[in-house]
């Protein structure tokens, strides 16, 4: 990592890849990268750790349906089946620290 993490209490993670090709690539960012960062947030003493993911974890269609925090995961694509990895490696961490997790599943971001 470039940084280091110092005392904060809340750590958003929005970092990702997504034009990658093959799902190697994508893991190495998503999954491998997501991990370290958490792994650095709770040594760092971080209390919660916010991981932007994606909605495609829970499949690219809705049927007119929205999603709902019971959907069963259905990743579609090499992105977003990293995306959904890269969440369970953060609940693991968080499940076996202490450390609070919030997932979130937008549809974009777009930055300035």
Known sequence: ?????????????VMN?????????????NVAGTEQLAMMAEKAGV??????????VNRNITHDLPFIEKDKPRPYNPYTLSKFEAEQVVLRITSETGMEVVVIH????LWP
């Open 1 to 13: 990592m470039l940084f280091k993490i110092k005392s904060v209490s809340i750590r958003v993670h």
């Open 17 to 29: 890849e997504t034009v990658a090709n093959p799902l190697s690539e994508f893991r190495r960012v």
């Open 47 to 56: 209390r919660r750790f916010a991981f932007l993911s994606s909605i495609g």
């Open 106 to 109: 937008c549809s974009s971001c």
